[in-house]
């Protein structure tokens, strides 16, 4: 079950008003995968990172009434609305984790109520809603934070560090790739992530997105794209059997230069067979390298300025970051827990009215590179941020 200090309220008719206190009334929209992954966050908090904000999980919303109670009740929210708009009057914190297309506008709405968001990347299916979401976070006093999970990795943020002490020099190469496999079969089903309509692009946003935005936060941001998208398989069964079109790319891949002059690529699929879920990334740099790769979270390959070929660093001593909220030493943990570590830093910065990054600007920004290799891919020719 939850911690203690989860509060639940009983059907609050309007859980600002009531609560009076420190503690944040949460709202959800969305209990697919990443309602499950947030919820797990939220209730691991209490217990992890006591110094965390309290929180009431008091509304979950989604469309379907009856589906949205029953994930209400697995998750421990205590209540559920069918409409955003009633959800977000009721609450301190909106977590927007719907599809992309539902991502624009009740962001906007929240924070112009000055209720704070997380809202799940790519920041919004176009340029244009991401442009718009930035503009409304920087007008409104509320944190607008964009999910990019990945930097929660205690890894990720040691080469962070090691990276900004200069432990690799000056950085030359930025190597970052994303593959999976679930659309290798062309009888794989179709969802809203294959309608450009719903998600805007295909690959290029949802795991493009993790890797353009690990490469801005490691190293530097992207100057220029020269890209290129490819989609396999043109139409796919949905649920009922009825082959719908698959209107966004299945893979991608993109060189660029970085603004302190470091050459990068990228690339990203779902059709990579026999990969699961590899977010990879590597940097060379002139004194030293790392490489990272997700399948191995709790392990950062570091090279340091000699010939000895990589040392394979076990990121889990109670000094390496996040870490002192877990286990001892070789006491792995594993993907969940970069949702703990974002949720911690996120509702911390809510209490206390505190910047957050990354924030919708650096989701706007991510948004931006996205775009630039669509233009790059359709004109098929370099573009320049
Ligand atoms: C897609 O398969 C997906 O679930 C992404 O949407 C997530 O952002 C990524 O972390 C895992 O893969």
Known sequence: GL????????????????MGTDTLSVGVLGYGFMGKAHANALGRLPLFFPDAPD???????GRDADAAREAADRFGFADVETDWRDAIARVDVFYNLGPND???????????EGVHVLCEKPLAPTLDGAERMAEAAARSD??????FNYRFVPAIEYARRLIADGALGEI??????????WLVDPDAPWSWRLDADSAGTGVLGDLGAHSIDLVQFLVDDVAAVSGQCTTYVDERPDDDGRLRSVTVDDAFSAQATLACGATATFEATRCATGHKNTNAIEVEGTEGAIRFDLERLNELDVLRGDD?????????DPDDPYVEHWWPPGHTIGWE??????????????ADGDDYDPDFGTGRDVQRVVDAIQR????????SL
Request: aromatic share 6%; proline share 4%.
């Open 55 to 61: 929180v009431s999980l008091d509304v979950l919303c």
């Open 376 to 383: 790059s891919d359709e004109r098929r020719e370099w573009v």
């Open 337 to 350: 827990h970069t949702f703990v570590h974002e949720n911690a830093a996120f509702l911390r910065a809510a």
């Open 142 to 147: 509320a944190v607008a934070a964009t999910a």
């Open 102 to 112: 539902v991502h624009v506008d009740p962001s906007i709405r929240a924070l112009d």
């Open 308 to 316: 000895r070929g990589f040392e394979t660093v076990l990121v889990t």
């Open 172 to 181: 030359r190469h930025v190597r970052a790739r994303y593959l999976q496999d």
């Open 3 to 18: 911690g203690a200090r989860v509060r639940h309220l009983e059907a609050p008719p309007d859980a600002r008003d009531r």
